[in-house]
């Protein structure tokens, strides 16, 4: 089952003689439970790629549908409603809120949303990311990695249809990058989690069913690994 579509789409920076397209006419789909990574060198364009996927910036021109929603039709108090339930995002720099401890970070997409966390799914969670014993532990408590972690717990919270990761282990160091890897592989397996990474590190590339090309804003190439 297709659940994310990439029509036509493209990101124009500047105007003119001045202009940049750091995406240019892409068009991918991804079915549900499949492992992505998108790969190119820095400047590729893959990172803008990733956040108009996610709805985080709005394209020039074309479309992306996530479970069946053309996401950009929706205002921006929608759009970002739907990313919240919809789309688990996984940053480099953790992103996490450091006045919140390790619980109220994971669960803050449904706390936003005026609910009560499921606690069999939190406890399902924490356990899965090593985390049961840091609960309460505030983000300056944490190593690198463990923050990761919280992050990866945050995105996967709400059963989203798709966890987007922008160089989620650029921040760490080879052993916390190696749990981080193994984890969005167990997401991807135990959860069924659809999950689209953007990444340098060949670690993740070989873990993926999917190697997506990225240079000067085009797809160059579409590869499946596995």
Partial sequence: MEILRVENLSKIYGSGENAVKAVDDVS??????????????SGSGKSTLLHLIGGVDRPTSGKVFIDGKDIFELDNDALAIFRRRQVGIVYQFYNLIPILDVTENITLPVLLDGEKPNEEKLEELLNVLGLSDRRKNLPNQLSGGQQQRVSIGRAMINDPAVILADEPTGNLDSKAGEEIVNLLKLSNRQFNQTVVVITHDPDIA??????????????VRDEKTA
């Avoid at 991918?28 to 492992?35: H, P």
């Avoid at 070989?206 to 797809?219: L, P, Q, S």
């Fill in 28 to 41: 991918f789909s991804v079915e549900k439970g499949e492992f992505v990574a998108i790969i190119g060198a």
């Fill in 206 to 219: 070989r873990e993926a069913g999917r190697v997506i090309t990225v240079e000067d804003g085009k797809i």
